[in-house]
């Protein structure tokens, strides 16, 4: 099972909106909407922020939002903090009661 | 409030086992609605699922394809812990190891993670 694909780097000034995307196979992302999306500050355990593609767990942002097309899922943060600077992974099922992870990208504020 | 606390040595030598523990508090590892994962993290892997177990009237298991002829997952109810035992370990398997419960789709409660180095 191959890692989700996903650009290595985006960025933004304090204010802006950036889409992280997150690029599978009919096996994974485009098959099950089960896509979830985690932020990792350095030396911290992940945080998931999205479960079933769009749905956000209680205290996770209004700004934090995720949607998918086909195989490719996309994380949007609008209004991008300082404290939001940090990796991002996205996460599908993948069938067959596996979990397949994306390959991370880090968000800098400018 | 769901908490996870890990054990385990962080340093083992190559070829042999790599052992961890994750206690659970706040939930049952023999939970119908939970279960229970463990997953690594390499600069080299990115983060990689390994595989989880948990209990639907009887107890199964899964795991990745690329650990599965080295690897066991186990829980052991009666100190609500589960654990992870990889067999013939190289320095390839060089990582932070996390235990996880999954919950809402995913893994929605994370351990603190373990370092662990395999030395040739």
């Known amino acids: 099972q191959s890692a989700l694909t996903q650009p290595r780097s985006v960025s933004g000034s304090p204010g802006q909106s950036v889409t992280i995307s997150c690029t599978g196979t009919?096996?994974?992302?485009?098959?099950?909407?089960?896509v979830s999306w985690f932020q990792q500050h350095p030396g911290r355990a992940p945080k998931f922020m999205i479960y079933?593609?769009?749905k956000r767990p209680s205290g996770v942002p209004d700004r934090f939002s995720g949607s998918k097309s086909g195989n490719t899922a996309s994380l949007t943060i609008s209004g991008l903090q300082a404290e939001d600077e940090a990796d991002y992974y996205c996460c599908s099922y993948a069938g067959g009661y596996i979990y397949v992870f994306g390959t991370g990208t880090k968000v800098t504020v400018l | 409030q769901v908490q996870l606390q890990q054990s385990g040595p962080g340093l083992v030598k190559s070829s042999q086992t790599l052992s961890l523990t994750c206690a659970i508090s706040?939930?049952?590892?023999?939970?119908?609605?939970?279960?229970w994962n463990w997953i690594r993290q390499s600069p080299s892997r990115g983060l990689e699922w390994l595989g989880r177990t948990y209990y639907r009237s009887k107890w199964y298991n899964d795991y990745a394809v690329s650990v599965k002829s080295r690897m066991t997952i186990n829980p052991d109810t009666s100190k609500n812990q589960f654990s992870l035992q990889l067999n013939s370990v190289i320095p390839e398997d060089t990582a932070v190891y996390y235990c996880?419960?999954?919950?809402?789709?995913?893994?929605?409660?994370w351990g603190q993670g373990t370092t662990v180095t395999v030395s040739s």
């Open positions: 706040g939930d049952s590892v023999s939970s119908n609605s939970a279960a």
């Open positions: 009919s096996s994974d992302v485009g098959g099950y909407n089960y």
């Open positions: 996880a419960r999954e919950g809402y789709n995913t893994m929605d409660v």
């Open positions: 079933d593609v769009t």
